[in-house]
């Protein structure tokens, strides 16, 4: 047993030794302010590296680097007008929410169709353009007009060539039938029963899509059906009930155009929402008469232009 204990206290003399000779300071030197500076930087760094990582934060970068982020909105989507162009500094924000609004016939619809053509323009047969229609059917005639080309159904050009001969007009020719099928890219359209219903899908069309989809267009928001209004006979009020589907449709928007892709690129999808005016009759004799039929405040803070 004693010669147990002895060997104990040996080998506590030799662990004070060790451990007393850095504090001499004649075997170790102090390392210079510059490898210390960058090895606290690298320490720091450390968590960055290893929550990117990780497999719980897998899927949308949720931190980056200032340096890194590009948030200057340099992809701008030309309208088509001039004038237009030059206020918004070369056209509509890649990755960001354009409300449209005013009265009747004042051209919303049309700008819109407008900026769809230019789209289709530059990207040729990459173009990919979801409209969201709530208010009535896409008018194929009119967008044709105002420069979108969007081909016609087989089922629309059997019925063109009856209206004509009826009419006493010959038949469409090959090549006029040819050009109306013609597809330059893909047009989407995006319906449903009520409102939040549409903007559910396109959500769920910008999410799986992304980038590969230029211009999304809302026409419109005025004409949204809630699910109060769709339970409720005509004539029975709603209050907030439009206003509060865009605020939640606002809410699951903003994360999917500010943070960035898997992939680390920057959302460019431009949201086009078309919204109507109505007659403000809370007012007072020399307040405006109209205001934007619905969004609340959710849509006027969200939107970079209007």
Known sequence: MAKKKASKKKVVVKKAQ????????????????????EVE????????????????????????????????????RPTGVMGLDIALGG??????LIEVHG??????????????GQVQRIYGPDTRIGIG?????????????????VPYAPSEIEQFNKARVRHGYPPFTQEE???LLRKEGKCYLLGGDTGDDMLDKVLYFL?????????????????????????????????????GIVTTFI??????????????????????????ARANLDSGPRGPKTKPASGAWALKHAQLAS
């Not at 229609?133 to 080309?149: M, N, P, V, W």
């Not at 209004?229 to 206003?243: E, F, L, M, P, T």
Request: hydrophobic residues 30%.
């Open 103 to 116: 009265g009747q016939s004042v051209g919303k619809t049309h700008l819109a169709y407008r900026v769809a």
């Open 207 to 243: 999410e799986k899509v992304g980038n590969d989809c230029q211009l999304i267009i809302l026409e419109s928001l005025g004409a949204l059906l809630t699910p109060d209004q769709d339970d409720k006979d005509v004539g029975d009020r709603v209050y907030g009930g439009s206003a």
């Open 41 to 76: 930087e690298k320490a720091d760094e450390a968590w960055f590296h290893e929550m990117r990582k990780s497999k719980k934060w897998a899927g949308r970068v949720c931190i980056t680097e200032a340096s890194e982020a590009n948030t200057s909105y340099l992809l701008r």
């Open 251 to 276: 809410a699951k928007l903003n994360p999917l155009l500010i943070m960035p892709k898997e992939d680390g690129s920057q959302p460019e999808t431009t949201i086009l929402a078309i919204n109507q």
């Open 18 to 37: 060790s451990d007393s000779s850095p504090k001499t300071g004649t075997s170790s030197k102090k390392a210079p302010k510059d490898e210390l500076v």
């Open 91 to 96: 056209g509509l924000h890649g990755g960001g």
């Open 177 to 179: 039938e040819a050009d």
């Open 133 to 149: 229609i709530t208010e009535a059917q896409l008018d194929k005639s009119f967008a044709r007009t105002c420069g979108y080309c």
